[in-house]
């Protein structure tokens, strides 16, 4: 049922009161108090994402971003002495044989 708050403050207690009026669908939304037109209420204040998304989503992404992090930094790097070390091997294949 849709809901509705009388806006005439100061001259109909029902706005003063902030009283939330239900109004059956297809009704007019007259206030019963003083007969002016009422203003639809949507939500009643309710927050624009409800919590217990949040606290889902939070630690969900934290969790997400630990274990991006623990992969990025675990894997090998491609540059570096390796890299360097193949590359000269490239060039003098007689590397790849000689000790260390
Ligand atoms: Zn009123």
């Known amino acids: 049922m849709p809901r509705y708050q009388c806006i005439q403050f100061g001259q ?7 009283e939330v009026i239900e109004i059956p669908a297809g ?3 007259k206030c019963p108090q003083c007969g002016q037109k ?6 009643g ?6 919590p217990k998304i949040v606290l889902i989503a939070v630690p969900a992404v934290l969790v997400l971003g630990g274990v991006i992090w623990f992969f990025l930094s675990g894997e090998p790097k491609p540059s570096g002495p390796q890299a360097v070390e193949s590359a000269l091997t490239d060039v003098w294949p007689w590397l790849k044989t000689s000790p260390k």
Request: glycine share 10%; with cysteine; hydrophobic share 35%.
């Open 38 to 43: 009422l203003e639809e209420v949507n939500g």
């Open 27 to 29: 009704a007019e939304s």
């Open 12 to 18: 109909c207690v029902k706005a003063d009161a902030s």
């Open 45 to 50: 204040g309710k927050f624009p994402v409800p």
